[in-house]
Each structure stands twice: as structure tokens, then as C-alpha cells.
Antibody
Framework: QVQLVQSGTEVRTPGASVKVSCKVSVYTFTNDGFSWVRQTPGQGPEWLGHISGHADNIDYEEKFQDRVTMTTDTSTGTAYMELRSLRSDDTAIYFC??????????WGQGTLVTVSS | QTVVTQEPSLTVSPGGTVTLTCASTTGPVTSGYHPHWIQRKPGQPPTTLIYSITNRHSWTPARFSGSLLGDKVALTLSGVQPEDEADYYCLLYYGGAWVFGGGTRLTVL
């Protein structure tokens, strides 16, 4: 059973950065890709971007393009999402999803990021 | 701006059948949009139920089925169970970007 295990809750002040990790229990990075999604209470999910396992194909949602960086570490089977210049409206639960060949399958458990002064 | 539209809410009786739909402001939804259906229950991470219009994952109960319905894609729940009460989101691919629908809150009553 594939599991995506994300890093724990983060609290940041406005203007800071956060980096969330997502480790895959069983992976074949040759084929795997990862999307990152966030959701706030009462709102629908929002796609932030996608990265292929070897990071040779990266797409960011336009509204995040200047603030987000996605990376992977093939030696540990871990994907990362860094969001900079945080604002209060970035407070959300952030999810990684194994997204390969246009098929979304396994989701991480979610990481709560709170941005507050 | 691309918008993916879904019914905001639906109500179904236990054991009944309900169909949720998903449309795109860009035109008919086709296989090229790689349509997905995603379920979200409170306090749990989302679960992908359906991909590529009709395909279930191994964990998706058989009572969930996906289809094309005119210019839209649809998710039909047959023999609805109380535990199917959740938010359901459509997900479409637009050439390098994925867009979620606004979601349908399904109430089982």
C-alpha cells in the first residue's frame, strides 16, 4: 500500500516562508509525479502545481508562480513544496498527491500551515 | 478565467441514486481533460474515486460510477450509503494546469 507521509503542522508570521515535505513509502520515481493542493475551511481545493519525480517537468499555477518552488529528492523518495512571502490567506491545509500519467491516486494526510502575526 | 461548475448541493435518500455533474466554461468536457472525481469528508484527506471519466481506483466502491453526460462528466452513486455524505469535487486538466470545480455537498437524508 502506497503511503504519502507529510511533515507536521507549521506556524509562520506574514512574509516568512514554509517548506512542506511529502515522503512516499513505495515509489518508482521514474514514473511518479506529485501535485500539491491546498484547501481552506469552507473553500474548494486549489491546485498549486505539479512536479515529475525527476523534476524535469514542473508546472505551477499562475497565481503562485512567483512564490512557490517544488523539488524532489530521488534518494529519499521525498517531494517538497516551498511557499514564500506568506500572507494570512495562505493559511490552509496543504496536501501532496501522487499524480502520474494524468492519474491522481494517493494523497498525503495534509499539513496545516497557519500564517499569523 | 476557466471555471469548472458543479451543483452546489444535492440531497439523496439512503439506498437511492444521485448524479453529480461537472461542466467547463471552455466547452464540452472530453477525455482530454482527464476528468477526476474526488471525495472529501470532514477531518480526512481527500480520496480520488474516479479518474479518466470512468475508471475506479481499487479502493473505490462499485456503487460509484463515472460517465459522460452530454457536454459534461457525471458521477453517479447507486444505492447510496450514509457514509457517502461528503463534498465531491470534479478535477479537470487544462494543458499544464489542473482546475477543481466548486464542489457538490451531498447530503444523505
Amino acid at each position: 500500500q502506497v503511503q504519502l507521509v507529510q511533515s507536521g503542522t507549521e506556524v509562520r508570521t506574514p512574509g516568512a516562508s514554509v517548506k512542506v515535505s511529502c515522503k512516499v513509502s513505495v515509489y518508482t520515481f521514474t514514473n511518479d509525479g506529485f501535485s500539491w493542493v491546498r484547501q481552506t475551511p469552507g473553500q474548494g481545493p486549489e491546485w498549486l502545481g505539479h512536479i515529475s519525480g525527476h523534476a524535469d517537468n514542473i508546472d505551477y499555477e499562475e497565481k503562485f508562480q512567483d512564490r512557490v518552488t517544488m523539488t524532489t529528492d530521488t534518494s529519499t523518495g521525498t517531494a517538497y513544496m516551498e511557499l514564500r512571502s506568506l500572507r494570512s490567506d495562505d493559511t490552509a491545509i496543504y496536501f501532496c498527491v501522487r499524480d502520474s500519467n494524468f492519474i491522481w491516486a494517493y494523497w498525503g494526510q495534509g499539513t496545516l500551515v497557519t500564517v499569523s502575526s | 478565467q476557466t471555471v469548472v461548475t458543479q451543483e452546489p448541493s444535492l440531497t439523496v435518500s439512503p439506498g437511492g441514486t444521485v448524479t453529480l455533474t461537472c461542466a467547463s466554461t471552455t466547452g464540452p468536457v472530453t477525455s482530454g481533460y482527464h476528468p477526476h472525481w474526488i471525495q472529501r469528508k470532514p477531518g480526512q484527506p481527500p480520496t480520488t474515486l474516479i479518474y479518466s471519466i470512468t475508471n475506479r481506483h481499487s479502493w473505490t466502491p462499485a456503487r460509484f460510477s463515472g460517465s459522460l453526460l452530454g457536454d459534461k462528466v457525471a458521477l453517479t452513486l447507486s444505492g447510496v450509503q450514509p457514509e457517502d455524505e461528503a463534498d465531491y469535487y470534479c478535477l479537470l486538466y487544462y494543458g499544464g494546469a489542473w482546475v477543481f470545480g466548486g464542489g457538490t455537498r451531498l447530503t444523505v437524508l
